[in-house]
């Protein structure tokens, strides 16, 4: 079974930066994808972005689209999320899962981590 650790979040000001880690650890597949997703309080889980095995291919929500990057550490069998600009509307926790392809609908996903709060505020 694939375990999922996520890291890095914490309280920055609006316009800073933080880099998400989330390391997978047990027996991974090499096919699955691997993506980020966010939950404010009241809200539903919200697509962030996602990157498939090997880091060639990438997809991101539109309200992230040049702020923030995903990246992949095959050899750690890590990805991270690197978001810069940041905004009170990008406070959420931030969770990391597992799926067959880059996809934006979180039921798709089959394994997820425990989530790192990120709060972006004054």
């Known amino acids: 079974q694939v375990q999922l650790v996520e890291s890095g979040g914490g309280l920055v000001q609006p316009g800073g930066s933080l880099r998400l880690s989330c390391a997978a650890s047990?027996?991974?597949?090499?096919?699955?994808?691997m993506g980020w997703f966010r939950q404010a309080p009241g809200k539903e889980r919200e697509f962030v972005a996602a990157?498939?095995?090997?880091?060639?291919?990438?997809n991101y929500a539109d309200s992230v689209e040049g702020r923030f990057t995903i990246s992949r550490d095959s050899g750690k069998n890590t990805v991270y999320l690197q978001m810069n600009s940041l905004n009170s509307d990008d406070t959420a926790v931030y969770y990391c899962?597992?799926?067959?392809?880059?996809?934006?609908?979180?039921?798709?996903?089959?394994?997820w981590g425990q989530g790192t709060q990120v709060t972006v505020s004054s």
């Open positions: 047990g027996r991974t597949f090499s096919t699955y994808a």
């Open positions: 990157i498939s095995r090997g880091g060639g291919s990438t």
């Open positions: 899962g597992i799926g067959p392809s880059l996809s934006v609908y979180y039921a798709e996903y089959n394994y």
